[in-house]
């Protein structure tokens, strides 16, 4: 029962942190403000490390309301039950954390000046974050082997549907002023560069000292050990980070990209490599990972 998902025009959602009432607010009757910031991802690309950024930018550097605030409170998930009632309460101007698909997305956004962030991981990154996550939160079903994790990634039949069509749906997006598209690979790349390209476009205005403190307060390590941003306090009835912690992997500075290469067989890189050049095609985009 735990583990059954439901589905909602098309997209699979596990039950009891997700319902349909809920899916059917945030689209029909959730109110964008203009000044919401929204942090929108496909799942395992880079969601709470974006969340920290957005935090640590709203309060110019200071990390004091990372630290005593859960990530979940400070920019919650609005289509989870939960989350939902938090985004209502929460004060302007509000972050929004969402993996929703684009065509389930609150309409009032569409009309509005709020901002969306959409961060963006190499698939195959995803695949294998996805596939260690869905080991160890509890609402997903048991992924199984990674073969079979594979088959099912690359059909969509996981939470949140299809990453190509997620990305398509969303980067159609992509010349709006009020849409910013980044990769988790450019993060990882130049942080503090992606953070002052996310001030500009949030029109914040930090001074050196105050990025400094967004970069090293953003760090892989700082995250891991912050207990409002690795989920220790998360229930043990979600979550069993003994089987594999949400901050997997990385050292004190940095996350990980290319994890695929230590978990993918050749012959399930290519599986992969032959849907990806495909529906690639369809998004008309080069990612930092197309070049390697
Ligand atoms: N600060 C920082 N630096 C680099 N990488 C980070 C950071 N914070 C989180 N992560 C990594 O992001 C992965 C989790 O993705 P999400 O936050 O999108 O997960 S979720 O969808 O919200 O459950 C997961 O990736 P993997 O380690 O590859 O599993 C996290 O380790």
Redesign the pocket.
């Known amino acids: 029962m735990f583990t059954e998902y439901f589905k909602y025009k098309g997209i699979s959602f596990p039950q009891i942190i997700y319902s349909e009432q809920v899916l059917q607010m945030v689209e029909n009757n959730f109110q964008v403000r203009d000044d919401d910031i929204f942090n929108v ?12 950024i957005l935090s640590l930018i709203r309060s110019n550097g200071d990390p004091t309301w990372c630290q005593t605030v859960p990530n979940w409170d400070r920019a919650p ?1 609005f289509e989870t039950v939960l989350g939902y009632r938090i985004a209502l309460t929460n004060k302007s101007p509000r972050i929004i ?1 969402s ?1 929703l698909p684009a065509h389930l997305f609150a309409k009032s956004f569409f009309k509005s000046k709020a901002k969306i962030i959409y ?1 963006v ?1 190499n698939p195959k ?1 995803v695949l ?3 596939y ?2 869905a080991s160890m ?1 509890r609402p997903y079903k048991d992924p199984g082997t990674l073969d079979q994790f594979l088959d099912v990634f690359l059909k969509g039949d996981v939470p949140f549907g299809s990453w190509f069509d997620h990305v398509k749906g969303w980067m159609n997006l992509k010349d709006k002023e009020n849409f910013f598209f980044i990769t ?1 690979e450019e ?2 790349e130049d942080l503090r560069g992606s953070i002052v390209r996310i001030c500009q476009f949030l029109g914040k205005d930090l001074d050196d000292a105050a990025i400094d403190s967004v970069v090293a307060n ?3 390590g ?3 050990s912050n207990k409002m ?1 690795n989920f220790s306090l998360s229930p043990r009835f979600l979550m069993n980070q003994k089987k ?7 050292d004190q500075e ?3 990209s290319g ?1 695929w290469k230590n978990h993918l067989t050749t012959a399930q890189s290519e599986c992969f490599d032959l849907v990806y050049q495909e529906r690639k095609r369809e998004l008309n985009l080069t990612f930092p990972w197309d070049k390697e």
Request: charged share 20%; no cysteine; aromatic share 18%.
């Open positions: 991802t496909y799942q395992k690309s880079g969601t709470v490390w974006m969340l920290e998930w954390s993996h961060t991981r990154d294998v974050s996805l260690h996550f939160f988790y993060l990882q953003a760090s892989f700082a995250m891991k941003s594999s912690p949400f901050l997997r992997k990385g940095q996350g990980i994890d």
